[in-house]
């Protein structure tokens, strides 16, 4: 081991404070006793997001058509929290909207009409109607037996019978004259002759001469139409009758109702639709009533019945009830389905028929929100058949449509109602992500006209002691909210440094809360299992993190497993020839764990470049194949400014059979590669991961703490020697969250970490041999790893140059 190698070492080796985020549990002390008084008073739930409140406030208080919110973020960031306290915070400030009912279009009645009450003004009008109802059941048909209306409709009957009578005496006396008696049967009027005064029966008039019969048939021919003369007016009579009967039904009748309407009119007096309304009624009830209360059919309906009839035709439809003290609603529609939005028409069955009315329609998410905010989830809405542009349609027209969304499908002759549109006043925000948000802003220009307002939250948090200090509480407040054990200041501790590996940042803490509440509430488990007394402490935490490691880790140890049985060759000791541990993260569901990968690659005189197996078989994707591609660049860059670079290789992630993305492997490759053109071994206890640009330069990685912590594992499993360790960028050293297991190693110095920013630091970690430095005659040293790169890669140009001469 060289003297450069070591004090390179020294230089980049991460020092053990690096390794984790500066943390103390004595920050959590001051919120250990009032967690929920100190949230209460702040009356905010969340932390951070201080853009998007901003843009809420903003978006909230605009009351012109069109800047309705988006709220873009990922779940679990306290986007619906955030919100709906915004929300409640506006609505209880702004009055209560109207109610809105349908009432029964006595004309038409498949367009159900609209009425608007005031806050509070719905039930009333329902109780009021409901005893004006009762009213009409115990009215009718009693109101017909008072002895003034019999006396009035008797004397209609006597007027009737007395010229009745007059005209069939008139009859009487004429065929008496000529011994014929006129007789009633079965409400049919007839003649028969007398003899001796007494009328013949059938058998005996059979038994009169021919010319006896003969002279009767010629008289009865003259006496019907003497009968036929005197009732010319009988249907007159009888329609007069029948009118004056109506007429003193009708009047009877609405004498009668008079005095509830009246009534009903005085306690609604201040409103004019409700006026307008019982105008309406007061035009139709009676004939209402005469229907279906004053029947005279045997198969009369029972009084439950005639309540339904009667119900079916004056009790308005109250949508939603509206409480004044309540202010404006906040809606959150969790499944934004057709009809749940915008309300349906149901059907029901009466009397053994289906059957549908104004009756029976079915508020929407729309309605219970009119006036106030509506909360939808973005995905949710766009998933459902016809319900975004229907969306758009109401938030452009400010109305809303009840309708069969699929009528034009339906049959022609079936029955539907088309409910007359009510006004909408509704802020609409949307939650989702930035997928969705601009998509849609690319593809559909409606989205953009109608909501104009981007509350864009927060996927970290800062660092800072008031936003600590406010995680803790927010952690306190969940176990107190359901009934955890006191949660130690070390508790908290570990469950806010989970929350910083979460976000992979030493300086900055996730925002998604829920991850952290999870752990929290596995960790109350362990809490149980362990006897339930006592404490929530961080040893808790630790558990419940070992727990879920094992439930979730079944792919991962079977991983580690095939390499420690040489299943999939890795090597943690010794020095190897083109070949480098490159690491790599496996996310698979819940699992999501780092795992060392061998990069292989070899080199040969020709002109074909640096071909990626990986994409050659469709097994890299695409910023794969760019990471490899760069190698190429660099090798120009680097060594082919005196001549041209003339170089065949292959490289190749071995025993990967699966898809590979990301250039995160790219500078392990061109370490693999460079080994292969110098012969120069590398050395396999250190692992290697990091993307690199064409001039050699480090770049950052993602998932560097479980790439280092897979290794480890690896190396432990194995046996820890001391010279194993990880190289990474210098610019990770600010995510490194490692858990305590690598902390510790790192502490006895059996395991390291060293930062690199150039390719140069790296190959020479791994290799033991200086890099080398250009000179100011363009030459490396001879023993260097460029010199020797250098070399090599001049010979293949010799080697082709001289093939083609």
Request: aromatic share 8%; charged share 25%; net charge negative.
């Amino acid at each position: 081991m060289t003297k450069t190698f070591t004090s390179l070492a020294d230089q980049t080796r991460i020092g053990v404070d690096d390794l984790t985020s500066p943390l103390s549990a004595s920050l959590f002390s001051d919120n250990q006793k009032s967690a929920s008084t100190a949230l209460d008073a702040d009356s905010q739930g969340f932390v951070g997001h201080e853009r998007a409140k901003e843009a809420l406030a903003f978006g909230l208080s605009m009351s012109t058509i069109g800047f309705n919110v988006f709220a873009m973020g990922e779940h679990g960031t306290g986007r619906q929290t955030l919100i709906k306290q915004m929300l409640t915070s506006l609505a209880t400030e702004k009055k209560a909207p109207d109610e809105w009912c349908y009432i029964n279009n006595f004309d038409e009645s498949h367009i159900p009409l609209t009425l608007s009450l005031k806050p509070g003004e719905g039930k009333q009008l329902l109780v009021s109607m409901n005893k004006f109802i009762d009213g009409l059941l115990s009215l009718f048909p009693d109101v017909f037996d008072n002895p003034g209306y019999q006396r009035q409709k008797s004397a209609i009957d006597r007027e009737f019978n007395k010229k009745y009578d007059q005209a069939i005496g008139i009859v009487e006396d004429a065929a008496l004259k000529d011994n014929v008696v006129l007789y009633e049967e079965n409400g049919e009027l007839g003649f028969s002759p007398l003899v001796d005064g007494k009328p013949l029966s059938d058998k005996e008039f059979a038994n009169l001469k021919e010319t006896e019969r003969t002279k009767f048939y010629q008289l009865l021919s003259v006496l019907e139409n003497v009968l036929s003369e005197q009732l010319l007016e009988l249907p007159l009579w009888k329609r007069l009758s029948f009118e004056q009967l109506r007429k003193l039904k009708n009047d009877t009748a609405e004498k009668a109702i008079k005095p509830y309407l009246t009534e009903l009119e005085k306690s609604f007096s201040n409103n004019q639709d409700v006026l307008k309304y019982l105008e309406t009624v007061k035009n139709h009830v009676v004939d209402v009533v005469l229907e279906i209360l004053v029947s005279e059919s045997d198969d009369a309906p029972t009084d439950k019945e005639l309540r339904k009839l009667m119900v079916e035709r004056f009790l308005p439809n109250l949508l939603v009830p509206r409480d004044e003290s309540q202010g404006a609603p906040v809606i959150y529609e969790q499944n934004p389905s057709y009809q749940n939005l915008f309300g349906h028409v149901d059907f029901a069955s009466f009397q053994g028929s289906s059957y549908t009315s104004y009756r029976l329609i079915r508020p929407g998410a729309l309605h219970k929100a009119n006036g106030g905010y509506l909360l939808l989830d973005a995905d949710k809405v766009l998933s459902q058949p016809m319900v975004w542009s229907r969306l758009k349609l109401a938030l452009k027209t400010q109305q809303i449509t009840i309708e069969n969304p699929h009528s034009e499908y339906s049959q022609p002759n079936g029955y539907s109602l088309q409910p007359e549109k009510i006004p909408l006043q509704v802020k609409v925000v949307l939650l989702g992500d930035a997928e969705i948000y601009y998509t849609l802003q690319d593809y559909d220009q409606e989205f953009t006209e109608l909501f104009r307002v981007l509350a864009d939250f927060d996927r970290h948090l800062d660092k800072t002691d008031s936003n600590l200090i406010a995680f803790g509480r927010l952690i306190r407040r969940r176990a107190e909210q359901y009934n955890y054990p006191e949660v130690s200041n070390e508790a908290v501790l570990e469950l806010v440094r989970y929350a910083l590996r979460r976000g992979e940042h030493k300086y900055k803490i996730s925002a998604n809360i829920v991850q952290v509440n999870d752990l929290l509430d596995e960790a109350n488990y362990c809490w149980q299992q362990q006897g339930a007394t006592g404490n929530l402490t961080a040893q808790h935490i630790a558990l419940a993190q070992a727990a879920k490691k094992r439930r979730i880790g079944r792919i991962s140890e079977t991983w580690l497993s095939e390499i420690k049985e040489r299943q999939v060759l890795i090597n943690t000791e010794g020095e190897c020839l083109a070949k480098v541990n490159g690491l790599t993260v496996l996310e698979i569901g819940d699992s999501v764990f780092g795992t060392p990968a061998r990069i292989t690659a070899t080199v040969y005189a020709g002109s074909e470049g640096v071909t990626d197996i990986e994409g050659e078989v469709d097994l890299g994707k695409s910023i794969h194949s760019k990471g490899v591609l760069l190698l190429t660049g660099y090798l120009g860059h680097k060594y082919g400014q005196n001549f041209p670079v003339n170089i065949s290789a292959n490289i190749a992630i071995e025993q990967s059979y699966g898809h590979i993305d990301g250039d995160s492997a790219s500078m392990a490759e061109l370490c693999a590669l460079i080994s292969a053109i110098t012969l120069l071994p590398i050395d396999q206890s250190l692992a290697i991961t990091g993307s690199i640009n064409q001039h050699g330069e480090v770049q950052s990685i993602g998932g560097v703490n479980e790439k280092i912590e897979g290794f480890f594992q690896l190396c432990q499993d194995k046996g820890l020697t001391g010279n194993q360790g990880v190289i990474i960028p210098q610019t990770n050293v600010i995510n490194l969250m490692l858990n305590d297991e690598v902390i510790a190693a790192v502490t006895r110095g059996e395991f390291s970490i060293y930062a690199v920013e150039t390719i140069d630091q790296a190959l020479e970690l791994l290799m033991k041999v200086d890099a080398g430095v250009i000179s100011r005659t363009g030459r490396y040293p001879r023993k260097s790893i460029h010199g020797l790169a250098l070399d090599k890669l001049k010979n293949f140009a010799d080697l082709l140059n001289g093939a083609e001469e």
